[in-house]
């Protein structure tokens, strides 16, 4: 079993739709988790930290469940500009950072 | 800002050959970590460095694969003898803090390998 797992896609879905992915992880001594979006043929780039209470950036809702270890991304209305992979990262204390295997979302007219 | 830099963007090297492979990180950035990823696919951990502390080379694929990180600053990926199957894009991040305050991580734009 990986240690951080992701539902791989692709999710298609219309303009203006909500969409939801959820990440898994095993190791329950995580501390800090991340949201990162790659596109095709680029370098991952931050999309959101994660934390405890849950939080907000415009149309992007990032949660944790640390009592089922997983966290969870929301995006609101979505737009054509948000087709791309969505990686989620979990990081230790020891400095061991793991990054999803990345759900792929394409956002169609 | 300026941002990690990686060199170079594209390398095509002979079975066999060495590459070595450059990434400049963010200035005042303590923590390093080096990645690869082939087409298609997830990120793959290669090591980590945090400060003055050893490495962390638990995801190094094979003992032909070495790096080290000179002044706390730039870094170099060597990959001895490589095989076909090292070709992917090599990606290095940087991180303003690491150990008990995991910070996240950025990117450089990765180095593409290319083994004939």
């Known amino acids: 079993r990986k240690e951080v797992e992701q539902d791989p896609g692709p999710f298609n879905v219309p303009e203006g739709a909500t969409v939801a992915f959820n990440c898994t992880y095993s190791?329950?001594?995580?501390?800090?988790f991340f949201w990162y979006r790659q596109d095709c043929r680029k370098e991952p780039k931050l999309l959101m930290s994660?934390?405890?209470s849950g939080n907000e950036d415009g149309r992007f809702t990032a949660q944790l469940n640390r009592a089922s270890q997983y966290i969870s991304l929301l995006i609101r209305d979505s737009k054509l500009s948000d087709s791309a992979t969505y990686l989620c990262?979990?990081?230790?204390?020891?400095?061991?950072?793991?990054f999803g295997d990345g759900t792929t979302l394409t956002v169609k007219p | 800002g300026a941002g990690v830099s990686q060199s170079p963007s594209n390398k095509v090297t002979e079975k066999g050959k060495d590459v070595e492979l450059r990434c400049d990180p963010i200035?005042?950035?303590?923590?390093l970590y080096w990645y690869r990823q082939s087409l298609g696919q997830g990120l793959e951990f290669l090591i980590y460095?945090?400060?003055?502390?050893?490495?962390?080379k638990s995801g190094l694929p094979s003992d032909r694969f070495s790096a080290e990180r000179t002044g706390g600053s730039v870094s170099t990926l060597t990959i001895q003898r490589t095989q076909q199957e090292d070709s992917a894009v090599y990606l290095c991040?940087?991180?303003?803090?690491?150990?008990?305050?995991?910070?996240?991580?950025?990117f450089g734009p990765g180095t593409r390998l290319t083994v004939t």
């Open positions: 190791n329950s001594a995580s501390q800090s």
């Open positions: 200035s005042g950035h303590t923590a």
């Open positions: 991040a940087s991180s303003p803090l690491g150990g008990a305050s995991l910070r996240e991580q950025y």
């Open positions: 460095f945090q400060g003055n502390s050893a490495p962390d």
């Open positions: 994660v934390y405890s």
């Open positions: 990262v979990v990081n230790t204390n020891a400095g061991k950072s793991t």
